[in-house]
């Protein structure tokens, strides 16, 4: 049976449809994606991150990219693009979990971390 809710975290079941679970941690917000992100998931992705720079002071948010199926190249852009606004913003956006799907060669303009731990880590203030 497929999970109804999309915030409900990836599961072996839901490998085809695209889901989004958010959660904070601390002044950090975690975005998990699972599933592919290519085609609609796209704008829905671009619209929420959007939508959360814009709303946060200083945003530091951590895109968990491990439960992905799928990455195309609008979907990379979109990662690129809100790493850039975020540090406009005066904060910062990291990667994880996205070392088997970019590889070296697309890991341009985003900052990558190999955990979500490790970037919680990075993002906390001194």
Avoid: N
Wanted: charged letters at 15%; a negative charge.
């Amino acid at each position: 049976m497929t999970p109804t809710a999309p915030a409900d975290p990836p599961g072996p079941s839901a490998a085809g449809d695209f889901s989004l679970r958010i959660r904070s941690r601390g002044e950090v917000l975690v975005i998990e994606l699972g599933g592919p992100l290519s085609g609609a998931p796209v704008e829905i992705l671009r619209m929420y991150l959007a939508r959360t720079l814009d709303t946060l002071a200083v945003p530091a948010l951590v895109v968990d990219l491990a439960g992905l199926t799928g990455l195309d190249a609008a979907g990379l852009e979109v990662l690129r693009s809100a790493t850039r606004d975020a540090g406009v913003a005066g904060g910062r956006l990291v990667v994880t979990g996205g070392l088997p799907l970019l590889g070296a060669a697309h890991a341009a303009g985003l900052e990558l971390l190999p955990t979500i731990d490790a970037a919680l880590a990075a993002l906390d203030p001194p």
